[in-house]
């Protein structure tokens, strides 16, 4: 495959923001996340009004976004597709309580990629404003103002799976991205 645009989403994708948030409420709360089923793509949407606003504050919590746990193989995955010669941006939106959120993201990377890849950051809540060749993003369905000029390819996750048009990668499954590393 010739040089490629990929845009990587970075929660769900490259850090496992749900493994986060279950560790978070653990700790926080002493008990599991209350939550049966994820079929939502928000968790907050599988969850029982009630617990709405504990969820909201972990999010917010100083030091979440920074110490969320790496997707396994997902830091491995993007180095490889930098090597394979590809243009490989991180593409993530903040979340609106954006006050800790958008500068530990920038330490995550920095922490779990290196420093140079700090310049590979693009923030944008509307990622249809970003050219690419190819998203892959865990989110089932990306709108925006724009027509986007990337092909949305879908992330795996156990929350997006009702998504069938789409194609699906998993870095846990080679056979689904290594045609990426064949340049
Ligand atoms: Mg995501």
Redesign the pocket.
């Known amino acids: 495959m010739a040089s490629k645009l990929i845009l990587l989403?970075?929660?769900?994708?490259l850090a496992d923001?749900e493994q986060g948030v279950r560790q978070l409420w653990q700790q926080t709360y002493q008990q599991p996340l209350p939550l049966k089923e994820r079929r939502h793509f928000y968790l907050r949407d599988d969850m029982a009004p009630e617990f709405h606003r504990q969820l909201a504050q972990i999010y917010s919590s100083k030091g979440f976004f920074a110490s969320l746990p790496p997707m396994q193989h997902g830091i491995s995955a993007a180095k490889r597709l930098l090597e394979a010669g590809h243009d490989v941006r991180i593409c993530t939106s903040p979340i609106q309580d954006y006050h800790y959120c958008v500068s530990e993201k920038f330490d995550w990377v920095c922490e779990h990629l290196g420093e140079d890849w700090m310049q590979r950051i693009i923030l944008a809540k509307d990622k249809t404003w970003v050219r690419g060749d190819i998203l892959i993003?865990?989110?089932p369905q990306i709108s925006g103002s724009l027509v986007p000029q990337w092909q949305h390819w879908i992330?795996d996750q156990p929350y997006n799976r009702h998504q069938t048009e789409l194609y699906r990668i998993n870095w846990e499954q080679p056979e689904t991205w290594s045609e990426l590393l064949n340049n």
């Open positions: 989403d970075q929660d769900g994708v923001f993003d865990d989110k992330y």
